[in-house]
């Protein structure tokens, strides 16, 4: 059998050390030792493909997959004025649409439809089609299947000279796609069946496919993740690996969540991706806690989630939308500030030098790094469930996320998350009573690839309380309450609160109820009469600003600070806002009508 090429950007990097500085020192334990922390330094490695650097300026692409809305994004709008240029000659639907007095809402409809990234690719290949007919002296008006076909030979033949590399199949699909939603009737032509053939290739060649991640390395990231001398940042890395491999996501699905988002309670986390490669709609999510080697609380999930909070608390806000931020290697890892979301490039640049172990004293891993990819770890928990009769196929389709035959059922069933925690602790029970996965080679057409002898170690310790900074999880495993909402009292609507008791008090009983209620809070709508709006105290918790109702101030110390719109807060946690100062705050204003009213008077 050959031998796998390395991946086109592999290199050789000898100036990669893995010593106390960099944080990659991994502690290395006997198989029956209670819990991994023991100091022994591991022998400095060489790596294959550079290593992410700071200085890489980011790409077109870096930008686009992270846009919710296409139209939102100058790249895309950018483009479209290239189309609308040429295309309105041949488009009555263009023309239509940019002569009409809404024609901006009638081009957010047309763009929000597709992703960012599907638009740029389409547009530049219809541009680049046009542009090469016109070089050709094609008229467009009269456009034959040849005539199409002989255009798109003519631009696989200039892709070496020009340096425009666009493959025929997707030229013909973004053609296609202006035909249909453009109003393009000039390409009609490329439906013809001689064009089709540029879509199929009958080449005798093998399937190349994403292979599972062997079990070896997956419980050695998990051991190193659980070491107590591991950097915070090797963390991140290799618990992003572990997580999408729990999860089932893509890469660039992982990076689409809001980290404030998620909901954890030690035992597993859930969430959801506002966007993936197959829906916009969101993806729901979940993840087992305990890994393969956790009994207890203490997990490498509720590390990993540490190591991000102490990074996010610092140098992130709550408009991150990515889980995983950028962390460049040279002699040590580094973040990247500002806060941008790691890279497919880097990631794969890292899978492919930890993936051999690097820390480990006894050698690296028998593993050639170039036959695995970040897509081969959402394959990973698929292919070795598939070895297990007790896992369903549903359930494996939940873990995968892939689409349901009945959409109905899967609609109805309101959970997309309990199949796949199901597969998970089928997968973990098995992994303990002996069952080693096997890892297909050439879709099992070869035998499958020899792995390391493993005798699974497990421990168990229970997880300390942790004050979270960013995220909103409790301190403890018995918590209920997040650490941070722990500090804000709980909610009072007075105005709701004022209506309900007026509703049940009778005229007979109201001198009884006055004097019953002379010892409770005054209620907030009692407002002073006439007061100047910029005499009020304003006061902002979080990225919202309040009124204070300093008129309804209860006598003596107070912990808590009551709102015009009826809330209260924990006094500690609030920042107060000088009327003069209003402009240069980032938070909104808040939009109940206790606080309104005040605004009014502005």
């Not at 070496?160 to 009609?188: E, N, P």
């Not at 899967?410 to 973990?428: G, H």
């Amino acid at each position: 059998m050959p031998k796998p090429r390395a991946h086109p950007q592999s290199l050789r990097c000898d100036n990669v050390t893995f010593n106390d500085h960099s944080g990659l020192t991994q502690v290395t334990h006997s198989l029956d030792s209670g819990y991994p922390d023991d100091r022994e330094s591991g022998p400095s490695k060489r790596c294959r493909m550079s290593a992410p650097s700071q200085k890489q300026s980011g790409t077109k692409s870096d930008v686009l997959v992270r846009v919710k809305q296409s139209s939102s994004s100058s790249i895309v709008l950018r483009l479209w004025s290239q189309i609308v240029e040429l295309l309105t000659p041949y488009s009555q639907l263009i023309r239509d649409v940019m002569a009409s007095a809404h024609k901006d809402h009638h081009v957010a409809r047309i763009l929000d439809n597709f992703a960012a990234t599907t638009l740029a690719k389409y547009f530049q290949s219809i541009v680049g089609f046009i542009q090469a007919c016109h070089s050709l002296h094609i008229d467009l008006d009269n456009l034959t299947p040849v005539q199409l076909a002989d255009a798109l030979l003519a631009m696989r033949l200039a892709r070496s000279s020009d340096g425009i590399y666009l493959h025929g199949s997707t030229i013909l699909k973004s053609i296609r796609w202006s035909v249909r939603h453009l109003g393009a009737d000039c390409f009609q032509c490329s439906f013809d069946g001689l064009l089709s053939k540029f879509l199929t290739d009958k080449k005798a060649i093998d399937k190349k496919e994403s292979l599972p991640l062997p079990l070896f390395s997956i419980l050695h990231w998990e051991k190193k993740v659980l070491t107590s001398s591991t950097s915070p940042l090797l963390i991140i890395i290799l618990g992003a690996f572990l997580f999408q491999l729990w999860t089932g996501l893509r890469w660039s699905d992982m990076q689409r969540i809001a980290p404030q988002q998620l909901v954890f309670d030690y035992q597993d986390i859930r969430g959801i991706a506002w966007r993936t490669k197959t829906t916009t709609k969101g993806q729901a999510f979940g993840c087992l806690a305990s890994g393969f080697m956790s009994l207890d609380s203490h997990t490498w999930l509720l590390l990993f989630f540490r190591a991000l909070d102490t990074i996010f608390s610092k140098h992130g806000d709550s408009q991150l939308d990515f889980l995983i931020p950028r962390i460049t290697m040279k002699t040590s890892l580094e973040l990247v500030l500002p806060l941008e979301p790691m890279r497919y490039t880097d990631a794969l640049f890292y899978l492919r030098t930890f993936i051999q172990i690097p820390w480990r004293s006894a050698g690296s891993g028998p593993f050639n790094p170039s036959n695995y990819t970040i897509h081969g770890l959402k394959a990973t928990f698929l292919s070795w469930s598939s070895q297990i009769p007790a896992i369903s196929e549903e359930q494996r389709r939940q873990q995968g996320h892939h689409r349901s035959v009945n959409q109905s059922v899967r609609l109805y069933s309101r959970d997309d998350v309990y199949p796949q925690l199901q597969l998970q602790q089928i997968l973990i029970d098995s992994i303990a009573t002996d069952f080693r996965p096997k890892t297909p080679v050439h879709r099992g057409g070869q035998t499958p690839a020899i792995e390391p002898a493993i005798k699974l170690e497990r421990y168990q310790k229970a997880a300390i309380d942790f004050d979270w900074k960013f995220f909103f999880f409790p301190r403890s495993p018995g918590g209920n309450i997040p650490a941070r909402m722990e500090e804000i009292l709980e909610t009072i609507d007075i105005e709701d609160e004022s209506a309900s008791n007026g509703a049940s008090t009778t005229s007979a009983s109201s001198d009884s109820s006055s004097s019953s209620s002379q010892h409770e809070e005054p209620s907030a709508k009692a407002q002073p009469a006439n007061v100047d709006g910029s005499t009020h105290v304003l006061a902002q918790l979080r990225q919202t600003i309040h009124v204070v109702a300093t008129w309804n101030a209860p006598s003596g110390t107070s912990k808590a600070t009551r709102m015009a719109c009826g809330r209260q807060f924990l006094t500690s946690s609030l920042k107060m806002v000088q009327y003069a100062d209003l402009e240069a705050q980032t938070g909104s204003l808040c939009n109940h009508p206790g606080c309104r009213h005040i605004w009014s008077r502005f």
